[in-house]
Structures are given as C-alpha cells and as structure tokens.
C-alpha cells in the first residue's frame, strides 16, 4: 500500500521552500551567483568596487591566489565563499588508438569537421577541479576533483576545458565541465550528485563553453553542438531529467537566460543564424527569431519585457524581440528593432538601466545604445585596451573593461563617455569579473585576484 504523506509535512516542505526562495532573492543581489551577476546583466545593484589598483605597488589589491590548471570561467561569490573551476593537465598519458574509417553512409549523416589550428586530441589526462576559497584570505577552503579523464577532442589555442563557470542556489554548487560531466556540491564540498551527458563535437574543436543556469528547483543545461543537439532541463536536487528537447543547431557557446514574460518563465537561447525562447516548465517552443550571424556567444538581457540578443563574428546582428511574441517572428513587425555593426563576437554585453553597453567583435571598441529606443550614444575606442574577451560589469555609476593583457579601463555610466581610471593587472585575463559588496574579482591566466576598495 502506498504511503500518504501527512499534510502537514507537505506543507512544511512548501513553507520551507518558499522561504528559502524569498530569502535567495534577496541574498542573491549581495552576491555574484552565476556568469553575468544577480541579474544576469553584468551589474551589481549593490557592489561598490575599487575604481583603481595597481599590482606594482599593491594598492587595491587584497589578496592574489594562484590557481592551478586553466580556464576561463569567471569566480562566482556567495557569502564568504568564492568559487572557482579549473582544468588540470596531468603528467598521465595514454596512447591513442588511430581512428577508425568510418562507412560512407555513416559520414553523410554527421556534419562535417574542419579544424582551422591544427587541433589535435590530447593524451594526458586533465583533473576538472572545484576550488573553493575563504573570500578573506583567498586561502582554500576545499578541494574536489569533479572527474579525471583523457578529453575526447582538443580545443582552441585560447579556449581551454574549464570555461563555464559554476552557479549557486545558496545551498548548492553546480558545475558543468561538460562532456566531462554535470556536479552537484554541497557548501562542505560533498559531492550530491554528477551527470554525464555524452560527448559534445564542438565546431573545428573548439571547445565548450556554455554555463548552467540554475531557476527554482531547475538546472538549464544547454546542448548545441556539431551532433544531436539539446536543451535540458535537470532537477536541481537529484540531477534527473525533468524534460529535454531536440534543438536544429550546431555549436553554440551562448549561455542561456531565464527568464519572466509573456506570462511565463522562458529560456532564451542565443544561436547561429536564429535566436529561441522555451517554456521552462515543459519545453514548449515559445518563439523564435532569425538574423543572428555565426558562432554565437554573447548572452541575451532583458528589460521591461524586451529582450536584448547580439552576435559579430563575420557579421553583426543585434535583435530586440517583446518576451510575448509567439512562433516565428522573424523579419516580422514584432521585434521591437534591430541594428547591424559593431556587435561583439566573444564578450557579452552589459544592460546598465536602460543602457547597452558593448564592445565590436573582440577589440576596445565601445557602443553604448539606448535599450529602449536602438539609438546610438557613443562610438568610441577605449584608449589602453586592445584585444577584449571578458565581458563589461557595472556597478555604483561605474563600468569595467578589461583587456586580454589584464588593463582594464573604468568609466562613468551615462549616456557619453567619461574615463574615470586605466589600470593594469601583470597577466592574461580572458576571465569577466565578479562584484561583491567593495571587492571585484578577478581572474588571471595564473591567479585570483581579490581587489578592493578601501
């Protein structure tokens, strides 16, 4: 006979549960929970960082951390915890065995791979690794080896395996290494549960990139790659599916963005050639848009119901499309507006109120637009950055750029351009920045840097 659970305890459980969900989101604007901030904009409404530093003489900076491995994920902050993830190659090498030909039927049903650099599978083994560090003192806190295993493709020269950066509940970590598997953690460093999702073939090797997003009770993971693409939605507790949908897409970095409109929650994904929007309670296609150009990696952001979604790699698009549009609504009088030129190909851009915030491709060349109207404000290059990766923050009337040589350029927020500071960090950074209360972290080629206002 099957067992009833006393009311009461079910309505504890929906108490418990409401409670914590109120509590997160207000929790959440203190911190810097997942890839683009608590408002998945790239602003904090409540950080106040430094406005300069200089590693030279030390000032501004906290502490600097080294991290083993690589990767480019950005820091996620929550309470005293940061957290960050790494790929560590190993001196453990296997030898591979030369690749089967494969029947001529079979190669006409997989896409065809190129491979630009001559990116070659690895033979040693890489550690995925979870560090957690006390926000203090950048000591670490724990240590967890997600997985160990021989990567089945290599990736950009750039690129790395460990580029998408984990997300938090505020009683849970998660962390995607991709083909290399999906992980829950406890705050202690107890894993709860792991996921293994196949093996992605990325365009020309690449590599992987896009980070989970985590709503409620509900993981988004999205699947775009050069096989049998998806999106999928996991139980944040147990990691089980709760549904999954085909997607007709290749490769994709873009990570996704949840969100309220149109009278329900939506996942907006951002794709080459054509931008969609899911129900996330069942996976139902809400609407779609074409027009986007290739490799598509910046981020959507929304406001006031509209929203924000840019590619420019060979091409530029940048598309404002209404949250309550349905079906198909491209080159169709329901988007909002649209423009073309200087759109960027690997940082996402910045919402900052009503204004977009966005460099052209991967140079220092700044647009900022008026999110409601599509007019353009400034167009302008940032003197003492070159090539950019990270993608702008913003907080207190401030914003950040930081250059691939570790520069950053800080300027007023407004509707022109006023250069507040030019500083200069001693290594790589590809990594964005996260804004905690007077901290901003970020990530080196070599180091965590914790800097800090005084």
């Known amino acids: 006979?099957?067992?009833?659970?006393?009311?009461?305890?079910?309505?504890?459980?929906?108490?418990?549960?409401?409670?914590?969900?109120?509590?997160?989101?207000?929790?959440?604007?203190?911190?810097?929970?997942?890839?683009?901030?608590?408002?998945?904009?790239?602003?904090?409404?409540?950080?106040?960082?430094?406005?300069?530093?200089?590693?030279?003489?030390?000032?501004?900076?906290?502490?600097?951390?080294?991290?083993?491995?690589?990767?480019?994920?950005?820091?996620?902050?929550?309470?005293?915890?940061?957290?960050?993830?790494?790929?560590?190659?190993?001196?453990?090498?296997?030898?591979?065995?030369?690749?089967?030909?494969?029947?001529?039927?079979?190669?006409?049903?997989?896409?065809?791979?190129?491979?630009?650099?001559?990116?070659?599978?690895?033979?040693?083994?890489?550690?995925?690794?979870?560090?957690?560090?006390?926000?203090?003192?950048?000591?670490?806190?724990?240590?967890?080896?997600?997985?160990?295993?021989?990567?089945?493709?290599?990736?950009?020269?750039?690129?790395?395996?460990?580029?998408?950066?984990?997300?938090?509940?505020?009683?849970?970590?998660?962390?995607?290494?991709?083909?290399?598997?999906?992980?829950?953690?406890?705050?202690?460093?107890?894993?709860?549960?792991?996921?293994?999702?196949?093996?992605?073939?990325?365009?020309a090797s690449f590599g992987e990139g896009t980070s989970p997003v985590i709503h409620g009770d509900k993981l988004v993971v999205n699947w775009d790659h050069q096989g049998e693409s998806f999106l999928t939605v996991l139980d944040a507790r147990t990691g089980n599916d709760v549904w999954r949908v085909p997607r007709d897409q290749g490769t994709t970095w873009a990570t996704p963005l949840v969100v309220e409109g149109g009278g329900r929650t939506q996942i907006i994904v951002n794709a080459t050639k054509r931008t969609r929007s899911y129900d996330l309670a069942t996976g139902e296609l809400v609407w779609e848009c074409g027009g986007q150009v290739a490799s598509a990696i910046p981020c959507p952001v929304t406001l006031d119901g509209i929203v924000f979604c840019m590619t420019g790699f060979r091409g530029s698009a940048l598309y404002a499309i209404p949250l309550d549009a349905k079906g198909d609504v491209t080159d169709t009088d329901k988007i909002s507006w649209h423009k073309q030129g200087g759109t960027p190909y690997v940082p996402s851009p910045m919402l900052y109120d009503d204004l977009l915030y966005f460099t052209g491709s991967n140079s220092a060349a700044l647009s900022i637009m008026d999110a409601k109207t599509g007019d353009a404000l400034v167009k302008e290059r940032l003197q003492g950055l070159k090539n950019v990766y990270a993608s702008p923050v913003g907080a207190a009337g401030r914003v950040y750029f930081t250059g691939r040589d570790g520069a950053s350029v800080v300027i007023k927020h407004g509707r022109s351009l006023e250069v507040l500071a030019t500083n200069k960090l001693e290594e790589p950074i590809d990594a964005s920045a996260a804004l905690v209360g007077n901290q901003m972290f970020q990530r080196g080629q070599e180091h965590l840097y914790c800097l800090e206002a005084k």
């Open 1 to 203: 006979m099957k067992k009833i659970m006393p009311l009461s305890i079910v309505l504890g459980l929906v108490f418990a549960a409401t409670v914590h969900a109120a509590d997160f989101m207000q929790e959440k604007l203190h911190a810097w929970h997942q890839w683009r901030g608590p408002l998945a904009t790239g602003v904090s409404p409540t950080a106040n960082p430094p406005l300069a530093w200089d590693e030279s003489t030390g000032a501004g900076i906290r502490w600097k951390a080294a991290i083993p491995g690589r990767g480019s994920a950005s820091p996620i902050v929550w309470g005293d915890n940061v957290f960050i993830v790494t790929a560590v190659k190993t001196d453990r090498t296997i030898e591979l065995p030369p690749e089967p030909e494969k029947p001529a039927e079979e190669k006409k049903d997989q896409p065809a791979r190129v491979n630009i650099y001559g990116i070659k599978r690895p033979t040693n083994f890489y550690q995925f690794v979870i560090l957690c560090l006390d926000r203090a003192t950048g000591k670490v806190r724990w240590r967890q080896i997600a997985n160990e295993e021989v990567p089945h493709e290599g990736h950009h020269p750039d690129h790395g395996y460990a580029s998408a950066s984990p997300t938090t509940d505020g009683q849970y970590l998660y962390a995607s290494f991709g083909s290399h598997g999906i992980f829950c953690y406890d705050f202690a460093g107890q894993l709860k549960w792991k996921r293994d999702l196949g093996d992605m073939m990325t365009y």
